[in-house]
Protein backbone atom coordinates (compact mmCIF):
# COMPACT_ATOMS: atom_id res chain seq x y z
CA UNK A 1 0.00 0.00 0.00
CA UNK A 2 1.14 3.03 -0.84
CA UNK A 3 0.64 5.70 1.97
CA UNK A 4 -0.18 9.04 1.49
CA UNK A 5 1.25 12.04 3.10
CA UNK A 6 -2.21 13.08 5.25
CA UNK A 7 -2.13 9.33 6.72
CA UNK A 8 1.30 11.30 8.29
CA UNK A 9 -1.44 12.90 10.52
CA UNK A 10 -3.60 9.69 11.14
CA UNK A 11 -4.09 8.52 13.88
CA UNK A 12 -1.42 5.92 13.07
CA UNK A 13 0.86 7.94 13.66
CA UNK A 14 0.12 10.34 16.71
CA UNK A 15 3.60 9.97 17.71
CA UNK A 16 4.86 12.05 15.26
CA UNK A 17 2.65 15.35 16.37
CA UNK A 18 2.53 17.15 13.33
CA UNK A 19 1.10 20.28 12.17
CA UNK A 20 0.20 21.50 8.64
CA UNK A 21 2.32 24.46 8.33
CA UNK A 22 1.06 24.74 4.26
CA UNK A 23 -0.28 22.51 1.83
CA UNK A 24 -3.82 21.68 3.97
CA UNK A 25 -5.51 20.90 0.28
CA UNK A 26 -2.83 18.95 -1.12
CA UNK A 27 -2.01 16.31 1.82
CA UNK A 28 -3.49 13.41 -0.82
CA UNK A 29 -0.01 13.27 -2.35
CA UNK A 30 1.52 10.19 -2.03
CA UNK A 31 4.84 8.82 -0.93
CA UNK A 32 6.31 6.57 -3.77
CA UNK A 33 8.84 5.46 -1.05
CA UNK A 34 7.80 4.75 2.20
CA UNK A 35 11.12 5.85 4.14
CA UNK A 36 13.15 9.34 5.07
CA UNK A 37 15.47 11.18 3.61
CA UNK A 38 17.65 13.78 5.04
CA UNK A 39 17.99 16.22 2.09
CA UNK A 40 21.75 17.98 3.62
CA UNK A 41 23.39 17.03 0.61
CA UNK A 42 20.77 18.18 -2.05
CA UNK A 43 20.77 21.35 -0.10
CA UNK A 44 24.25 21.92 -0.61
CA UNK A 45 23.95 21.82 -4.61
CA UNK A 46 24.50 17.79 -5.24
CA UNK A 47 21.36 16.57 -6.23
CA UNK A 48 22.57 13.68 -7.99
CA UNK A 49 21.54 10.51 -6.00
CA UNK A 50 18.42 12.56 -4.20
CA UNK A 51 16.06 9.90 -2.55
CA UNK A 52 13.40 12.37 -3.87
CA UNK A 53 10.58 9.49 -3.50
CA UNK A 54 10.80 10.04 0.06
CA UNK A 55 9.72 12.20 3.10
CA UNK A 56 12.52 14.95 3.96
CA UNK A 57 13.40 15.64 7.24
CA UNK A 58 14.77 19.15 7.73
CA UNK A 59 16.76 20.02 11.10
CA UNK A 60 19.02 22.66 12.71
CA UNK A 61 21.78 21.57 10.90
CA UNK A 62 20.24 21.59 7.24
CA UNK A 63 18.69 25.39 8.46
CA UNK A 64 22.25 26.51 10.01
CA UNK A 65 23.88 25.55 6.94
CA UNK A 66 21.09 27.23 4.76
CA UNK A 67 21.82 29.98 6.94
CA UNK A 68 25.90 30.67 5.31
CA UNK A 69 24.66 30.99 2.02
CA UNK A 70 23.15 34.24 0.71
CA UNK A 71 19.62 34.64 0.22
CA UNK A 72 19.40 33.55 -3.79
CA UNK A 73 21.53 30.97 -3.65
CA UNK A 74 18.96 30.17 -1.10
CA UNK A 75 15.68 30.25 -2.40
CA UNK A 76 17.62 28.08 -5.30
CA UNK A 77 18.30 25.18 -3.79
CA UNK A 78 14.98 25.38 -1.66
CA UNK A 79 13.16 25.49 -5.28
CA UNK A 80 15.79 22.83 -6.74
CA UNK A 81 14.32 20.31 -3.68
CA UNK A 82 10.95 20.84 -4.24
CA UNK A 83 11.39 20.56 -8.11
CA UNK A 84 12.63 16.90 -7.68
CA UNK A 85 8.98 15.98 -6.64
CA UNK A 86 9.13 15.32 -2.88
CA UNK A 87 6.05 13.86 -1.21
CA UNK A 88 6.31 16.26 1.54
CA UNK A 89 8.98 18.17 4.19
CA UNK A 90 9.12 18.01 7.67
CA UNK A 91 10.53 20.43 10.00
CA UNK A 92 11.61 19.50 13.11
CA UNK A 93 11.69 21.33 16.56
CA UNK A 94 8.91 23.38 15.61
CA UNK A 95 11.34 25.29 13.39
CA UNK A 96 9.73 28.54 11.11
CA UNK A 97 9.60 28.22 7.98
CA UNK A 98 11.61 30.31 5.96
CA UNK A 99 9.86 32.74 3.27
CA UNK A 100 12.29 30.76 0.58
CA UNK A 101 11.06 27.06 1.75
CA UNK A 102 7.28 28.15 1.75
CA UNK A 103 7.47 29.70 -1.69
CA UNK A 104 9.48 26.75 -3.07
CA UNK A 105 6.27 24.40 -1.67
CA UNK A 106 3.97 26.55 -2.75
CA UNK A 107 5.11 26.58 -6.16
CA UNK A 108 5.50 22.72 -6.63
CA UNK A 109 2.05 22.37 -4.60
CA UNK A 110 4.16 20.14 -1.56
CA UNK A 111 3.23 19.50 1.41
CA UNK A 112 5.41 21.32 4.46
CA UNK A 113 4.85 19.68 8.17
CA UNK A 114 6.06 20.37 11.58
CA UNK A 115 6.71 19.00 14.68
CA UNK A 116 8.25 19.41 17.87
CA UNK A 117 10.38 16.30 17.88
CA UNK A 118 14.04 16.26 17.79
CA UNK A 119 15.44 15.69 14.31
CA UNK A 120 16.75 12.39 15.20
CA UNK A 121 14.00 11.30 17.18
CA UNK A 122 11.95 12.35 14.24
CA UNK A 123 13.40 9.95 11.78
CA UNK A 124 13.11 7.41 14.15
CA UNK A 125 9.47 7.57 14.62
CA UNK A 126 8.60 8.83 11.10
CA UNK A 127 10.42 5.72 10.15
CA UNK A 128 8.55 3.48 12.41
CA UNK A 129 4.87 5.07 11.07
CA UNK A 130 6.00 4.87 7.71
CA UNK A 131 6.84 1.13 8.17
CA UNK A 132 3.26 0.68 9.60
CA UNK A 133 1.42 2.57 7.29
CA UNK A 134 2.96 0.58 4.20
CA UNK A 135 2.75 -2.71 5.63
CA UNK A 136 1.16 -4.98 3.47
CA UNK A 137 -2.86 -5.61 5.04
CA UNK A 138 -5.49 -8.53 4.59
CA UNK A 139 -8.92 -8.50 6.50
CA UNK A 140 -10.15 -11.83 7.34
CA UNK A 141 -13.01 -12.93 9.15
CA UNK A 142 -12.34 -14.16 12.64
CA UNK A 143 -12.52 -12.99 16.07
CA UNK A 144 -8.99 -11.82 17.59
CA UNK A 145 -8.25 -12.46 21.55
CA UNK A 146 -5.15 -11.29 23.55
CA UNK A 147 -4.82 -14.34 25.90
CA UNK A 148 -3.04 -13.97 28.52
CA UNK A 149 -0.54 -12.41 25.68
CA UNK A 150 -0.80 -15.00 23.18
CA UNK A 151 -2.85 -13.54 20.66
CA UNK A 152 -5.31 -15.74 19.14
CA UNK A 153 -7.50 -15.14 16.36
CA UNK A 154 -10.44 -17.66 15.58
CA UNK A 155 -12.33 -18.15 12.31
CA UNK A 156 -14.91 -20.52 11.40
CA UNK A 157 -18.19 -20.45 9.65
CA UNK A 158 -20.96 -17.93 10.35
CA UNK A 159 -22.78 -18.91 13.89
CA UNK A 160 -20.17 -21.06 15.03
CA UNK A 161 -19.79 -19.31 18.14
CA UNK A 162 -16.68 -16.92 17.35
CA UNK A 163 -18.22 -14.00 19.34
CA UNK A 164 -19.48 -16.12 22.38
CA UNK A 165 -16.30 -17.61 22.98
CA UNK A 166 -14.79 -14.44 22.63
CA UNK A 167 -16.83 -12.91 25.55
CA UNK A 168 -16.39 -16.33 27.80
CA UNK A 169 -12.13 -15.60 27.52
CA UNK A 170 -13.40 -11.52 28.29
CA UNK A 171 -15.31 -12.44 30.90
CA UNK A 172 -11.98 -15.07 32.38
CA UNK A 173 -9.66 -11.60 32.30
CA UNK A 174 -8.80 -12.08 28.37
CA UNK A 175 -8.97 -8.89 26.00
CA UNK A 176 -10.71 -7.90 22.71
CA UNK A 177 -9.20 -7.38 19.58
CA UNK A 178 -11.42 -7.50 16.95
CA UNK A 179 -14.95 -9.06 17.23
CA UNK A 180 -15.34 -10.96 13.76
CA UNK A 181 -13.68 -8.73 11.09
CA UNK A 182 -9.42 -8.65 12.03
CA UNK A 183 -6.84 -6.38 10.02
CA UNK A 184 -3.94 -8.27 9.79
CA UNK A 185 -0.99 -6.28 8.90
CA UNK A 186 2.66 -7.19 7.89
CA UNK A 187 5.41 -5.62 10.07
CA UNK A 188 8.93 -6.83 9.95
CA UNK A 189 8.38 -11.12 10.04
CA UNK A 190 5.16 -10.91 12.50
CA UNK A 191 1.58 -9.94 11.82
CA UNK A 192 -0.27 -7.49 13.92
CA UNK A 193 -3.68 -7.94 14.14
CA UNK A 194 -6.27 -5.47 15.08
CA UNK A 195 -9.97 -4.10 14.36
CA UNK A 196 -11.54 -1.70 11.44
CA UNK A 197 -11.79 1.60 12.74
CA UNK A 198 -16.16 1.89 12.83
CA UNK A 199 -16.75 -1.18 14.97
CA UNK A 200 -13.51 -1.32 17.46
CA UNK A 201 -14.40 -2.31 20.75
CA UNK A 202 -17.59 -3.40 19.61
CA UNK A 203 -18.99 -6.74 19.58
CA UNK A 204 -22.18 -8.40 18.68
CA UNK A 205 -23.43 -11.67 20.37
CA UNK A 206 -26.62 -13.42 19.03
CA UNK A 207 -30.07 -12.74 20.84
CA UNK A 208 -28.44 -9.89 22.75
CA UNK A 209 -27.10 -7.60 20.02
CA UNK A 210 -24.01 -5.32 19.79
CA UNK A 211 -22.11 -4.84 22.97
CA UNK A 212 -19.76 -1.83 23.52
CA UNK A 213 -17.40 -4.48 25.30
CA UNK A 214 -15.27 -1.50 27.56
CA UNK A 215 -18.55 -0.25 28.94
CA UNK A 216 -19.14 -3.53 30.36
CA UNK A 217 -16.25 -5.54 31.50
CA UNK A 218 -13.88 -2.54 31.89
CA UNK A 219 -11.06 -0.56 29.79
CA UNK A 220 -8.78 -3.74 30.00
CA UNK A 221 -11.09 -5.82 28.52
CA UNK A 222 -10.21 -4.48 25.02
CA UNK A 223 -6.46 -3.61 23.24
CA UNK A 224 -6.17 -1.98 20.06
CA UNK A 225 -3.96 -4.52 18.43
CA UNK A 226 -1.87 -7.94 19.32
CA UNK A 227 0.47 -9.60 17.71
CA UNK A 228 -0.76 -12.88 16.15
CA UNK A 229 0.61 -16.22 17.93
CA UNK A 230 -2.07 -18.59 16.40
CA UNK A 231 -5.05 -19.13 14.63
CA UNK A 232 -7.69 -21.67 16.17
CA UNK A 233 -9.66 -22.96 13.32
CA UNK A 234 -13.27 -23.69 14.48
CA UNK A 235 -15.34 -26.59 13.12
CA UNK A 236 -18.46 -28.22 13.57
CA UNK A 237 -17.83 -30.99 16.53
CA UNK A 238 -19.37 -33.74 13.87
CA UNK A 239 -16.75 -33.95 11.70
CA UNK A 240 -14.79 -36.13 13.57
CA UNK A 241 -12.16 -36.73 10.96
CA UNK A 242 -10.85 -33.19 11.64
CA UNK A 243 -8.08 -32.72 13.99
CA UNK A 244 -5.14 -34.75 15.60
CA UNK A 245 -6.17 -36.37 18.83
CA UNK A 246 -3.19 -36.13 20.83
CA UNK A 247 -1.76 -32.32 18.81
CA UNK A 248 1.75 -33.95 18.16
CA UNK A 249 1.68 -32.25 14.22
CA UNK A 250 1.79 -28.76 14.59
CA UNK A 251 0.25 -27.53 11.63
CA UNK A 252 1.02 -24.00 9.97
CA UNK A 253 -0.77 -21.34 7.79
CA UNK A 254 0.36 -19.14 5.33
CA UNK A 255 -1.09 -15.26 5.90
CA UNK A 256 0.92 -12.41 3.90
CA UNK A 257 3.73 -14.62 3.77
CA UNK A 258 4.01 -15.52 7.75
CA UNK A 259 3.91 -18.88 9.11
CA UNK A 260 1.77 -18.55 11.88
CA UNK A 261 0.88 -21.86 14.03
CA UNK A 262 -2.63 -23.24 13.40
CA UNK A 263 -4.95 -25.99 15.54
CA UNK A 264 -8.39 -26.88 15.13
CA UNK A 265 -10.81 -27.21 17.64
CA UNK A 266 -14.16 -29.26 16.56
CA UNK A 267 -17.25 -27.67 18.37
CA UNK A 268 -20.01 -29.46 19.76
CA UNK A 269 -22.83 -28.64 21.62
CA UNK A 270 -22.57 -28.31 24.96
CA UNK A 271 -18.78 -28.29 25.27
CA UNK A 272 -17.38 -25.54 26.65
CA UNK A 273 -14.95 -24.06 24.15
CA UNK A 274 -13.96 -21.33 26.23
CA UNK A 275 -12.05 -23.92 28.05
CA UNK A 276 -10.77 -25.54 25.09
CA UNK A 277 -9.34 -22.57 23.16
CA UNK A 278 -7.66 -21.14 26.68
CA UNK A 279 -6.22 -24.73 27.08
CA UNK A 280 -5.11 -24.35 23.22
CA UNK A 281 -3.96 -21.14 23.34
CA UNK A 282 -1.58 -21.79 26.69
CA UNK A 283 -0.29 -25.46 25.39
CA UNK A 284 1.25 -23.02 22.13
CA UNK A 285 2.90 -21.14 24.97
CA UNK A 286 4.19 -23.43 27.26
CA UNK A 287 5.50 -25.46 23.73
CA UNK A 288 7.24 -22.21 22.59
CA UNK A 289 9.16 -22.07 26.49
CA UNK A 290 10.55 -25.67 25.14
CA UNK A 291 8.27 -27.86 27.15
CA UNK A 292 6.35 -30.75 24.83
CA UNK A 293 3.64 -32.25 26.59
CA UNK A 294 3.10 -34.85 23.87
CA UNK A 295 6.71 -35.65 23.46
CA UNK A 296 7.21 -35.73 26.92
CA UNK A 297 4.52 -37.96 27.81
CA UNK A 298 5.53 -40.34 25.09
CA UNK A 299 9.20 -40.57 25.95
CA UNK A 300 7.58 -41.43 29.32
CA UNK A 301 5.54 -44.15 28.09
CA UNK A 302 8.14 -45.44 25.61
CA UNK A 303 10.52 -45.73 28.59
CA UNK A 304 7.96 -47.14 31.03
CA UNK A 305 7.48 -49.79 27.79
CA UNK A 306 11.20 -50.45 27.24
CA UNK A 307 11.39 -51.51 31.07
CA UNK A 308 7.98 -53.52 31.05
CA UNK A 309 9.60 -55.13 27.89
CA UNK A 310 13.21 -55.68 29.58
CA UNK A 311 11.35 -57.61 32.43
CA UNK A 312 9.42 -60.26 30.55
CA UNK A 313 12.91 -61.06 28.53
CA UNK A 314 14.49 -62.01 32.62
CA UNK B 1 -29.09 -8.91 -14.13
CA UNK B 2 -28.17 -12.04 -11.54
CA UNK B 3 -25.41 -14.01 -12.77
CA UNK B 4 -26.11 -17.88 -12.88
CA UNK B 5 -22.60 -20.08 -13.10
CA UNK B 6 -23.85 -23.65 -12.83
CA UNK B 7 -20.76 -25.67 -10.25
CA UNK B 8 -20.29 -29.53 -10.23
CA UNK B 9 -22.52 -31.02 -7.52
CA UNK B 10 -24.74 -28.99 -6.11
CA UNK B 11 -22.71 -25.95 -5.38
CA UNK B 12 -24.61 -23.21 -7.04
CA UNK B 13 -22.93 -19.78 -7.77
CA UNK B 14 -24.85 -16.07 -7.75
CA UNK B 15 -23.65 -12.47 -8.02
CA UNK B 16 -24.86 -9.38 -8.23
CA UNK B 17 -24.29 -6.09 -8.30
CA UNK B 18 -25.68 -3.50 -6.04
CA UNK B 19 -25.52 0.17 -4.72
CA UNK B 20 -26.58 1.62 -1.39
CA UNK B 21 -29.27 3.63 -1.81
CA UNK B 22 -30.84 4.25 1.31
CA UNK B 23 -29.60 8.11 2.68
CA UNK B 24 -27.51 7.25 5.42
CA UNK B 25 -25.84 4.03 3.84
CA UNK B 26 -25.41 0.98 5.78
CA UNK B 27 -25.63 1.85 9.27
CA UNK B 28 -26.45 -0.26 12.16
CA UNK B 29 -30.19 -1.26 11.24
CA UNK B 30 -29.80 -1.87 7.58
CA UNK B 31 -26.85 -3.79 8.95
CA UNK B 32 -29.19 -5.94 11.18
CA UNK B 33 -31.60 -6.62 8.65
CA UNK B 34 -29.05 -7.59 5.78
CA UNK B 35 -27.57 -10.28 7.90
CA UNK B 36 -30.76 -11.37 9.04
CA UNK B 37 -32.38 -11.74 5.59
CA UNK B 38 -28.94 -13.33 4.62
CA UNK B 39 -28.73 -15.80 7.64
CA UNK B 40 -32.21 -17.30 6.28
CA UNK B 41 -29.88 -19.44 3.87
CA UNK B 42 -27.78 -21.94 2.97
CA UNK B 43 -26.04 -20.31 0.71
CA UNK B 44 -22.33 -18.49 1.95
CA UNK B 45 -23.35 -15.18 1.13
CA UNK B 46 -20.34 -12.34 1.18
CA UNK B 47 -20.36 -8.64 0.10
CA UNK B 48 -17.17 -7.40 -1.90
CA UNK B 49 -16.47 -3.68 -1.72
CA UNK B 50 -12.99 -2.20 -2.81
CA UNK B 51 -11.37 -5.87 -2.94
CA UNK B 52 -12.58 -6.48 0.94
CA UNK B 53 -14.96 -9.09 1.17
CA UNK B 54 -17.15 -9.63 4.28
CA UNK B 55 -19.84 -12.54 5.15
CA UNK B 56 -23.29 -11.23 4.82
CA UNK B 57 -24.18 -13.01 7.69
CA UNK B 58 -21.58 -11.30 10.16
CA UNK B 59 -23.40 -7.87 11.37
CA UNK B 60 -19.69 -6.55 12.37
CA UNK B 61 -18.82 -7.58 8.94
CA UNK B 62 -21.47 -5.94 7.02
CA UNK B 63 -20.77 -2.80 9.05
CA UNK B 64 -17.01 -2.30 8.91
CA UNK B 65 -17.43 -2.74 4.63
CA UNK B 66 -18.35 1.59 5.29
CA UNK B 67 -21.43 1.18 3.30
CA UNK B 68 -21.82 4.86 2.41
CA UNK B 69 -24.85 6.27 0.10
CA UNK B 70 -24.07 5.50 -3.39
CA UNK B 71 -21.48 2.98 -3.07
CA UNK B 72 -21.27 -0.05 -5.01
CA UNK B 73 -20.73 -3.55 -3.55
CA UNK B 74 -20.91 -6.81 -5.23
CA UNK B 75 -23.70 -9.54 -3.80
CA UNK B 76 -21.98 -13.33 -4.11
CA UNK B 77 -23.36 -16.75 -2.70
CA UNK B 78 -22.46 -19.99 -3.52
CA UNK B 79 -24.79 -23.08 -2.10
CA UNK B 80 -27.68 -24.71 -3.07
CA UNK B 81 -29.52 -21.50 -2.92
CA UNK B 82 -28.04 -19.21 -4.41
CA UNK B 83 -29.70 -17.40 -6.28
CA UNK B 84 -32.59 -16.99 -3.89
CA UNK B 85 -30.21 -15.46 -1.83
CA UNK B 86 -28.57 -12.88 -3.74
CA UNK B 87 -32.51 -12.22 -4.94
CA UNK B 88 -32.95 -11.17 -1.02
CA UNK B 89 -29.95 -9.40 -0.16
CA UNK B 90 -30.52 -7.16 -3.38
CA UNK B 91 -34.08 -6.32 -3.15
CA UNK B 92 -32.99 -5.10 0.50
CA UNK B 93 -30.36 -2.81 -1.10
CA UNK B 94 -33.65 -1.94 -3.67
CA UNK B 95 -35.66 -1.20 -1.39
CA UNK B 96 -33.43 1.33 0.30
CA UNK B 97 -33.46 -1.16 3.94
CA UNK B 98 -37.21 0.07 4.12
CA UNK B 99 -35.88 4.17 4.97
Known sequence: ??????????????????????????????????????????????????????????????MNYLKTLDAS??????????????????????????????????ARRTPVLRTALQTSRLAQVAARVLD???????????????????GVLMEGPPGIGKSEIALGL??????????DVTELRRIHNGLIATSVDVTRYHMEIRGIGILHVPSLFGVASVRREKRLDMVVRLVPGHRADIGSRIGVEPETIEILGVAIPRVTVPIAPGRDATLVIRAAALDFRLRQLGHDAVKELDE??????TRGAGRVHD | MTERKPTPGSLREATREVVVKNPLGIHARPAALLVRAASGFRSDITLEKNGQSVSAKSIMGVMSLAGYPGSKMLVRARGPDAEKAVEAVAELFEKRFHE
Open chain 1, 73 to 106: TRAERWRKLFEAGIPCLILARNLRVPAELLAAAQ
Open chain 1, 132 to 150: DLSAPMLRVQGTTVDLHGI
Open chain 1, 300 to 305: HIIESL
Open chain 1, 1 to 62: MTPLVQDLMGPRAADLNLRVAWGEEVLDRPIPEPAVNRPGLALTGFYRYFAHRRVQICGLAE
Open chain 1, 170 to 179: ISRGCSLVAD
